[in-house]
């Protein structure tokens, strides 16, 4: 279905934008066309969520948007996993250790106004360990090639939601704390329609907290933060998780995105 990338990356070239952030002058133009009508092309709007921190819509853009953000992710690999838990490499049998981190996601089908939930998204998620190593690379330091944990795919309910247990990222040299995740929409046939690829960032407060604890300290100190990270800069704060509960127990997140349809 699609290109399976080289294995061999270096992480700091983790990721290149390929989109661009919309202002609300664009986002109302596209929300505009044929009465609200658009393509899924590399195109998704986000709204960040947390407890207690709604985003208010701007004015005549639906509550589900503030803006869409897109970024490549050469680590993406299509495993075909389909499963909530990810923290498996199914091979071994081993389990990433780290702080549990339950994400769920919300995907609408955006129209003039209106938001509605949008089943049948495959929403793949994929990251590093605590650590700072992917699974199914190859890179200076390690090489984790024919494993697959913190990979897979849900597909979206009724409701337009799916959930992933995993666990927090770690980092790694050059980049911020991050998560990437990619959205497909199929045809009738089952081929892809649309496909949005992204990533999802965490307050450095937490941040902070998560990485104080086994096994991530073995890391040492994060070399790079939100503030300096090259594509938090160009609009990750919309892409930002706030979540609940504590990192010595559990995490929750829930984040919302809107494709145009």
Not at 51 to 71: E, I, K, T
Not at 99 to 123: I, K, N, Y
Request: net charge positive.
């Amino acid at each position: 279905m699609h290109e399976h990338p080289s294995q061999n990356h270096d992480l700091e070239d983790d990721d290149l934008p390929v989109g661009q952030v919309l202002d609300r002058r664009h986002a109302l133009r596209l929300l505009g066309l044929a009465g609200g009508a658009a393509f899924v092309g590399g195109l998704a709007l986000a709204r960040q969520t947390g407890p207690g921190r709604p985003a208010p819509a701007a004015a005549g853009l639906p509550g589900c948007v503030v803006r869409p953000q897109s970024a490549q992710g050469p680590f993406f690999t299509d495993e075909r996993l389909r499963r909530r838990d990810i923290r498996t490499d199914s091979a071994s049998g081993r389990v990433a250790a780290g702080v549990p981190l339950t994400l769920t996601f919300q995907v609408s089908r955006v129209g003039l106004r209106v938001c509605e939930p949008l089943a049948g998204v495959v929403v793949d998620v994929w990251h590093c360990d605590a650590l700072g190593m992917y699974s199914d690379v190859s890179d200076q330091s390690f090489d984790t090639r024919g494993q697959n944990f913190l990979r897979g795919y849900q597909i979206t309910n009724a409701q337009g939601r799916c959930s992933f247990q995993t666990i927090y990222p770690g980092w790694y040299r050059g980049r911020a704390v991050h998560l990437h995740y990619r959205l497909r929409t199929l045809d009738a046939r089952g081929r892809v329609s649309g496909d949005f690829v992204s990533q999802l960032f965490f307050e450095e407060a937490l941040n902070e907290q998560v990485h104080a604890l086994a096994p991530y300290r073995q890391k040492g100190r994060r070399d790079t933060l939100n503030s300096t990270d090259s594509l938090y800069r160009n609009g990750g704060n919309q892409m930002l998780i706030r979540a609940t509960g504590t990192p010595q127990k559990s995490l929750m997140a829930t984040f919302d995105v809107g494709l145009l349809s």
